[in-house]
């Protein structure tokens, strides 16, 4: 199982990052997938979820209406639409296979003026 993390970076508050996430050595289509994040000093949190279809998604509250999961099974890919970021959604965040408990090396999002 591979997991590789894209898209962070700094953001100002109330702007928009998409990340990514590039799955690869299992059958990703068949794959439940969630995004955590951690920020500093915190414990991780899961942020969003998604079915394997893609039929059945959930948020943190937190981050419902400004957050958007979603999936590419002909791509292998896993995308979070960040939107409205705020200085508290400042984390590093992580593309994850809950099932088999698989984690990616995290993609750092900073958000600041």
């Known amino acids: 199982v591979r997991l590789v993390e894209s898209g962070g970076g700094l953001a100002r508050p109330g702007g928009s990052l998409r990340l990514s996430c590039t799955a690869s050595g299992f059958a990703f289509n068949l794959a439940p997938m969630r995004w955590f994040r951690q920020a500093p000093g915190k414990e991780r949190e899961s942020v969003a979820g998604?079915?394997?279809?893609?039929?059945?998604?959930d948020y943190a509250d937190s981050v419902k209406g400004r957050f958007t999961i979603s999936r590419d099974n002909d791509k292998n890919q896993l995308y979070l639409q960040m939107d409205n970021l705020k200085s508290e959604d400042t984390a590093v965040y992580y593309c994850?296979?809950?099932?088999?408990?698989?984690w990616g090396q995290g993609t750092q999002v900073t958000v600041s003026s």
């Open positions: 994850v296979k809950p099932l088999t408990r698989d």
């Open positions: 998604i079915s394997s279809a893609g039929g059945t998604i």
